[in-house]
């Protein structure tokens, strides 16, 4: 039974990465890695390269319950990681800080000193950035239809494969890609955690409680906020 458990855990996890991979040596995916690797050679482009893909590369694809839409990495020093809006160095930014601030509002103890979200990736919860990748201290250096693209063949094909999934869809970027959605996922809208906009529902909304009681009804294990 166990070793059936992870046959099977290895041959989706395979499957979604070739599935990148495929889709990375597509032509409409040309331009914009051509331009990512010219500033490569010139400045300090983050995630760095081997962490790009970690989101899909860490994500048990098989427990998958949870999509969180970011738009692009940080772009300081030491902060992008593959995973949006983790961070594995402090201080944290201020997304983050109101990402644990909503967390915790939510009734889940939060660890402040530990940015790195990979504890929630692990969990089945994917954490994608559309843009992936930046020039550091450029934000949206990397804005490209391409990587649009992308992240809707990426939604697209997790929407017709898994049923009962929770879309955390943060501000009017991640919310473009609702008409992707059907029926049998829970979307759950609200503004950015960023400063500019968290006020404006972010930290007052139950998602965390709400998306765990969608999971417990549909009988899935709930996240582990913490």
């Not at 989101?55 to 839409?69: N, R, T």
């Not at 919860?125 to 490209?144: A, C, D, F």
Request: glycine residues 4%; contains cysteine; hydrophobic residues 40%.
């Amino acid at each position: 039974m166990i070793v059936s458990f992870f046959y099977s855990y290895i041959i989706e996890l395979m499957t979604l990465i070739e599935w990148l991979n495929q889709q990375l040596k597509a032509e409409y995916m040309k331009d914009i890695l051509d331009q990512v690797s010219k500033d490569e050679a010139c400045f300090n482009v983050y995630p760095p390269k081997e962490k790009r893909y970690l989101s899909l590369e860490l994500l048990p694809y098989d427990q998958l319950k949870v999509v969180i839409i970011g738009q692009d990495p940080y772009h300081q020093f030491g902060q992008a990681h593959g995973l949006a809006f983790s961070c594995l160095k402090q201080p944290l930014p201020l997304s983050l800080k109101n990402i644990f601030k909503a967390i915790e509002s939510n009734g889940f103890d939060v660890n402040y000193e530990n940015g790195d979200l990979s504890r929630y990736v692990h969990q089945g919860v994917l954490l994608w950035n559309t843009y992936l990748s930046v020039i550091e201290g450029k934000p949206l250096s990397h804005k490209s239809d391409a990587y649009v693209t992308l992240t809707k063949k990426l939604i697209q094909k997790i929407v017709d494969e898994k049923s009962h999934l929770v879309f955390m869809l943060w501000g009017g970027f991640a919310q473009q890609f609702e008409p992707l959605i059907d029926k049998k996922h829970l979307v759950i809208k609200t503004s950015h955690p960023s400063p500019l906009s968290s006020y404006r529902g972010f930290l007052t909304s139950q998602q965390f409680k709400d998306a765990n009681a969608y999971l417990i009804v549909h009988g899935k294990t709930p996240i582990d906020w913490r």
